[in-house]
């Protein structure tokens, strides 16, 4: 299973900072991403993509986490030569993250 | 207990007018905010602004106000825009113009200055956080600087009755923050409303991508006639609290997720979201779904502001050669990469000078890099080489190297493009607010 059967995501960006938000469909599965969606297990699913740190946010009322990723956009939106300067994209690579849920 | 209406009229420079017009006509609103000012916006219009002291403001304003003025007259929704870019009051004196030629006589129109810092700023003092330097010792051409401004002249040109209030560079959410301060009499120091306020702003100044634009992924999140996007509309009262909705009838949907969202769009800490009038904190807030395409937000909360504007510095920073061509079929893997392999030798041999090169084959490693490669092989694939240079005509020699590959590169390339372009890009840092006094002009047509 992937983050994709569990969650939605969206992506924003700020200078040379992505931050990534994912989302829970259903409550129920709220501890699943408190427990498997790390900053270190998404700091790896990224790899080469980021350079700095991420640093995770956790809203339980409503069964989200932000991640906040430095260095992240070639450099920052307005120079960056990437096909893809927002990263607007990224938020498709972290719900292919592997999951372990057992239903 | 008292509410009001505020409609998003426009989530970016480019968006839709369509949506912004059918919510001026049927959203019983009271305000209709639309937020155009990208990063990088006001730094070309100021460019434009040096060429002609008329120009320099949104090039489609024309054609929203022509849009929405009249309904707006009709129906008592005012206006407000970051649309006056690098000149608020040639936008505002445009702005005069077309509401004369629409017999809108009367018309109030006010533009907000106080933005443009650049002959503020202290070459000594002021210090560029990407750069580690201070404005002095930061070695590019310093084209524009321009303060996030906060709420306060948005409200003081309400409070003067301004049916139309054009600002410059203000923060996207204090677009929306200032009518509510006006409406509900807040005072600048209730940091629990205008963080509410700032919420409220936050979903909305994205337009779309709180009702369903941003979010289908068919098969998951399937959204109903995506075609017809309704721009969202916010019921708020008088303690910031908010019911996000749209038109009926219009496409998309207003749901939980879709708050959710753009709830965190672009928030880093949600505890503090950085604003020039408040620190929004986003940590607690709720969000229900009260009704179909209705969904209450409530919770949000505020701490003391910070006291600095965020400033954004634009400079010429390099230029850029692009060029582009595709393989198609058994093997296209392989002469691409070949493609891009000639490429990088060819530069080198005819010593252009670049500071950087990406090379990349789109479908297979121009997004993600190598890191979520795949085993199957596209049926298809682009080459993209992009070179950063320091000037345009060695920017030009990148795209007439990948044109040259048509006869002299792999077999079968097809569909070059080429592009030049000068990058003009951002810095920023901090302002002490009392540095900077924000006021507004008033034009009547």
């Known amino acids: ?103 | 207990m008292k509410t009001i209406r505020i409609g998003t009229g426009a989530g970016f420079s480019g968006d839709r007018i369509e949506p912004a017009v059918d919510l001026a006509a049927k959203g019983n609103l009271d305000y209709l905010v639309f937020e155009c000012l990208a990063e990088r916006t006001i730094a070309l219009a100021q460019q434009a602004k040096m060429h002609d002291p008329n120009a320099g403001f949104d090039p489609l304003l024309e054609r929203r106000m022509r849009a929405v003025l009249p309904i707006c007259r009709e129906k008592g929704v005012r206006v407000i825009s970051n649309m006056g870019a690098a000149n608020p009051v040639a936008a505002a004196k445009h702005t005069i113009k077309i509401a004369r030629e629409l017999g809108l006589s009367g018309l109030r129109v006010a533009a907000v200055q106080g933005d443009n810092v650049l002959d503020v700023l202290s070459p000594d003092a002021f210090v560029i956080d990407e750069a580690n330097c201070t404005l002095g010792e930061f070695k590019k051409e310093v084209i524009s600087a321009n303060a996030y401004l906060g709420a306060g002249g948005i409200v003081d040109a309400l409070k003067a009755g301004a049916d139309v209030v054009l600002t410059g560079r203000a923060a996207d959410p204090a677009m929306f923050l200032a009518p509510q301060i006006f409406e509900f009499g807040w005072q600048m120091d209730d940091w629990t409303r205008l963080g509410r306020g700032t919420l409220v702003g936050h979903l909305l100044e994205c337009g779309g991508q709180v009702t369903g634009g941003y979010f289908a992924d068919p098969g998951l999140k399937d959204v109903p006639d995506l075609a017809n996007l309704g721009f969202p509309i916010a019921e708020v009262d008088e303690d910031g609290n908010a019911v996000i909705t749209k038109l009926p009838g219009t496409g998309g949907f207003v749901n939980a997720a879709t708050c959710k969202e753009q709830l965190l769009y672009e928030v880093h800490d949600p505890k503090r979201y950085i604003q020039p009038d408040v620190i929004a904190d986003f940590s607690a807030v709720q969000i229900t779904e009260v009704g179909p395409d209705r969904v209450a937000v409530s919770n949000g909360d505020g701490l003391p502001k910070t006291g600095s504007l965020k400033v954004s510095i634009g400079y010429i920073d390099s230029c850029v050669g692009e060029g582009q061509i595709s393989y198609a079929g058994p093997g296209a893997v392989e002469r691409g990469q070949l493609a891009l392999d000639i490429l990088l030798q060819r530069i080198e041999q005819i010593g252009i000078a670049c500071d950087e090169v990406r090379g990349e084959l789109i479908g297979v490693n121009s997004i993600f890099k190598d890191v979520a490669a795949s085993d199957c092989a596209p049926s298809e694939v682009r080459v993209r080489f992009v070179v950063r240079t320091r000037d345009l005509q060695t920017a030009a020699r990148i795209g007439e190297e990948v044109e040259s590959l048509y006869l002299n590169g792999p077999a079968g390339g097809g569909g070059v493009t080429k592009s030049t372009r000068e990058i003009v890009a951002i810095v920023s840092g901090l302002l002490p607010e009392d540095r900077l006094a924000t006021r507004f002009e008033m034009m009547e047509a």
């Open chain 1, 1 to 103: 299973m992937q983050l994709r059967d569990i969650a939605h995501s969206r992506t924003g960006d700020k200078g040379n900072i992505s931050n990534v938000s994912v989302i829970a469909y259903r409550p129920e599965d709220w501890p699943v991403l408190l427990e498997q969606v790390t900053a270190e297990r998404v700091r790896d699913h990224f790899g080469s993509l980021i350079e700095g740190d991420v640093v995770r946010y956790e809203l339980p009322q409503i069964g989200a986490l932000n991640f906040v990723m430095y260095e992240a956009l070639g450099g920052g939106v307005t120079r960056s030569l990437a096909l893809d300067p927002h990263g607007k994209c990224l938020s498709s690579r972290l719900l292919t993250l592997p999951i372990d849920v057992q239903r």
